[in-house]
Nanobody
């Protein structure tokens, strides 16, 4: 099977930075788009950033210029560098990946989530 493991969350002061990591492991044939989502208390899960196989990136408007998504294909790992953090960035951050196993079609996989809290 496929597992996504996130790390890097924590408590940070407003204006600070954090770097999240997400490593995909298991019976991987190939990985397509990877993405980061977040869900704040009482709110729906929202898409934060995506990165395609070719490296194209998209960002939710409120994080543009502050967050950067990247990946290391050799390590099946995606990153989310978050800077100039604001209290409204507080949420559980989830990694998502489209993964093909054994050369079949792509399926959607999720990590367990990592808490990011921005507070003074």
């Amino acid at each position: 099977q496929v597992q996504l493991v996130e790390s890097g969350g924590g408590l940070v002061q407003p204006g600070g930075s954090l770097r999240l990591s997400c490593t995909v492991s298991g019976s991987i044939f190939s990985i397509d788009t990877m993405a980061w989502y977040r869900q704040a208390p009482g709110k729906e899960r929202e898409l934060v950033a995506t990165i395609s196989t070719g490296g194209s990136r998209t960002y939710e408007d409120s994080v543009k210029g502050r967050f950067t998504i990247s990946k290391d294909n050799a390590k099946n790992t995606a990153f989310l560098q978050m800077s100039s953090l604001k209290p409204e960035d507080t949420a559980v951050y989830y990694c998502n990946a489209l993964v093909s196993i054994y050369g079949g079609g792509y399926s959607n996989y999720w990590g367990q989530g990592t808490q990011v809290t921005v507070s003074s």
